[in-house]
């Protein structure tokens, strides 16, 4: 007979409350929910108190609770809470990115030691069932590149800028429709997706990443402008976290906007959805989509790994999902060839463009494209003629190292006014 599972929830948020309806619901006779910790039971819940409290230890020493459902997000108190749980013999399942992408060794670890499990599909890509995939369905493969598109509020405010919104509307709109929050700042940097990255290279290659060891590049320098460029270059613009692995001990893993192709199907993934490209020796490539944040596709992940433990927890053991004191140093060693996107802004007259070749062609940088054009109000939205003009070009694949020096000589040239935007293309 299935074992029954009696389960605790730490926080009970959006999150929380729909994994909660749905246990108590009793769809799924072999769940039983008992207790949720919460830090105000003074707060308006849609949950009956009498299935809350403002005690962690009424669920973290509960004998009969065999399961904690962790939904605090953040470090703290999150990482003490969850290692007691561990270390009480309690299975975890969590939907907490930050904690896992910075302490999973520790998490995991502390599970391994005392034989429970720990399971985090939320973690990554909402109701995208991405990391059992690598996990389970593709350990056969030797994976060498995730990408993804692993936020959906930055994603919504670049559809919309593609649109033709402002990236101030854009970012209005999504706070207005519950997509960002009012402080944004994890997602407009990338750091929503640096979190994220790291968990999925860090299980794709066997080895943790810490968030610290990723590159991470935001999307608030992009404007309407690079769209319309973009467009006529045949490319769109998203916000990418790429992982990517070359040979055994030579990883990059990088948080960056970029131009897709517009033929690409990650070029065409809108709006709030996420999706990730899994490439592998024998899957070849594989792409998923879905809807990456909300109540209900996060708590149909964790009630699928909460599920997942229950069918095999007499015969899974525990294990560690990657080396913790590994030697690999991700984004050092050899360079990365990239082609680049730049736009700037120089002093409309003659003689800049060919200033500017002569710095790239002594770099050994090649142009595929190149265009200059007047500031007017055809390229803004307002009236503000200037003498300034848009330069933008697009190199052949050229390396991070001979750009970044014909960069810095570029910027010495009288005409030029501002580096407005660069952007690598993601092949």
Same mark, same amino acid.
């Given at each position: ?24 619901? %009793?769809?799924?006779?072999? !769940? ?82 005392? %034989? ?47 649109? %033709?919104? #402002?990236?101030?509307? *854009? ?108 490439? %592998?020796? !024998? ?15 996060? #708590? ?7 599920? #997942? ?6 015969? !899974? ?9 590994? #030697? ?31 710095? !790239? ?44 020096? *014909? ?21």
């Amino acid at each position: 007979m299935q074992e029954i599972f009696k389960i605790g929830l730490l926080g009970c948020g959006n999150i929380g409350e729909a994994v909660a309806h749905e246990l108590i619901a %009793g769809k799924i006779p072999s !769940l039983k929910f008992k207790k949720a910790f919460v830090k105000d039971l003074n707060k308006k819940r849609n949950i009956p108190t009498n299935f809350l409290t403002d005690k962690a230890d009424d669920i973290l020493n509960d004998p009969e609770i065999n399961l904690i459902i962790e939904v605090l997000g953040g470090e703290e108190p999150a990482l003490e809470l969850v290692i007691k749980a561990l270390e009480n013999k309690k299975h975890l399942v969590t939907a907490n990115k930050e904690l896992i992408a910075k302490h999973g060794p520790q998490i995991f670890e502390a599970a391994y030691k005392n %034989g429970v499990q720990v399971r985090l599909d939320a973690t990554v890509g909402g109701g995208i069932p991405i990391i059992n995939t690598i996990l389970d369905s593709l350990k056969a493969n030797e994976i060498n590149e995730v990408v993804g598109i692993l936020n959906g509020t930055t994603n919504y405010i670049l559809t919309q800028m593609k649109r %033709g919104h #402002s990236f101030e509307q *854009a970012l209005k709109e999504a706070q207005e429709k519950g997509y960002a929050e009012p402080d944004p700042t994890n997602d407009l940097e990338g750091i929503d997706a640096k979190y994220k990255i790291a968990i999925l290279a860090s299980l794709a290659f066997g080895n943790y990443i810490s968030p610290d060891q990723v590159f991470c590049q935001g999307i608030k320098g992009i404007s309407v402008l690079d769209f319309n460029l973009a467009k006529e270059l045949g490319f769109s613009i998203k916000l990418l976290g790429i992982a990517k692995k070359f040979a055994q001990d030579q990883i990059k893993v990088k948080v960056y906007p970029c131009l897709i192709p517009s033929k690409k199907p990650l070029a065409r993934i809108d709006d709030v959805l996420n999706a990730i490209l899994v490439r %592998g020796n !024998l899957i070849q490539e594989l792409l998923l989509v879905g809807s990456g944040a909300g109540a209900k596709p996060t #708590s149909s992940a964790i009630l699928g790994d909460v599920l #997942s433990i229950q069918k095999l927890t007499d015969s !899974l053991k525990s294990v560690m999902p990657y080396k913790i004191n590994s #030697s690999i140093t991700p984004n050092n060693g050899f360079e990365q060839n990239y082609r680049f996107y730049v736009r700037l802004m120089v002093d409309d007259q003659v003689g800049v463009i060919r200033d500017l070749g002569n710095i !790239l062609a002594q770099n050994n940088i090649s142009l595929e494209s190149i265009s200059q054009k007047a500031y007017n109000d055809e390229n803004i939205e307002n009236n503000n003629q200037t003498e300034e003009a848009i330069l933008t070009f697009l190199t052949h694949e050229v390396s991070e190292n001979n750009f970044e020096l *014909a960069l810095k000589q570029v910027r010495t040239l009288k005409p030029i006014r501002e580096v407005a935007c660069i952007l690598r293309v993601f092949e």
